[in-house]
């Protein structure tokens, strides 16, 4: 069965600190998203991994294939990160995506 | 190219009324994708297309739902009969072909079922 799994589901930080979100997903895939979602808005893609590890700005993101685990890091948060981090799979064996329940960030000033 | 463009942003319908959703995706991504969110969770398929093809559908998807991507570019999501249920955000998404491409969503457009 190809399920995608989140932690934590919520969070709530000071700014400044350091977060981390974790996906989890049960078999091989080909790609990895992470995604942002504001309250009431769309879909944004922060990254795509394959592999190893990316960076934009405060944002890294992080994939381990052999433990399928990947993680969301984000340095010095700031109350604008505040949103729904969503990671989404596509396995090897589909064309869909497979989209984890997200975890719900809020950062206070 | 602005991305992937939905329309209308956000519906409000009565009951047993037809929606139709549009989706315009980035112009040379071949591979088009459906989705439907409700509260508190992460997005369900819905179904994809490869150009004009539509080649996989969920199970979600009754009856009262049709997709369709008649020239390969832009698709049309339509709701018959409209329920409660039916209330949700309706997510599109683009991308090239399978492997390590990446997909681009739409902001969606806003369902409301009253």
């Known amino acids: 069965k190809n399920e995608v799994e989140q932690s934590p589901q919520n969070l709530t930080a000071q700014e400044g600190e350091f977060i981390t979100i974790n996906c989890s997903y049960s078999v091989g895939i080909s790609a990895l998203h992470w995604l942002q979602q504001h309250p009431g808005g769309g879909i944004v893609s922060l990254f795509m991994?394959?592999?190893g590890k990316k960076k934009h700005g405060r944002l890294i993101a992080t994939i381990n294939i052999q433990e399928k685990h990947s993680s969301l890091h984000i340095t010095a948060s700031h109350p604008r990160d505040s949103a729904v981090y969503i990671c989404a799979v596509r396995f090897h064996s589909g064309n869909q995506f497979y989209f984890g329940t997200g975890t719900s960030l809020t950062v206070i000033p | 190219d602005t991305g992937v463009s939905q329309n209308p942003r956000h519906k409000i319908t009565k009951r047993g009324q037809n929606v139709t959703f549009r989706c315009d995706p980035i112009s040379e991504h071949n591979r088009l994708y459906w989705y439907r969110q409700t509260l508190g969770q992460g997005p369900e398929f819905l179904t994809y297309f490869q150009n004009e093809a539509q080649l996989e559908k969920s199970r979600l998807l009754s009856d009262r739902f049709s997709a369709e991507r008649p020239k390969g570019s832009f698709s049309t999501l339509e709701i018959q009969r409209t329920e409660q249920g039916d209330s949700a955000m309706y997510l599109c998404?683009?991308?090239?072909?399978?492997?390590?491409?990446?997909?681009?969503f739409g902001q969606g457009t806003r369902l409301t079922v009253v």
């Open positions: 991994l394959s592999s």
């Open positions: 998404a683009s991308s090239l072909a399978l492997g390590e491409t990446e997909a681009f």
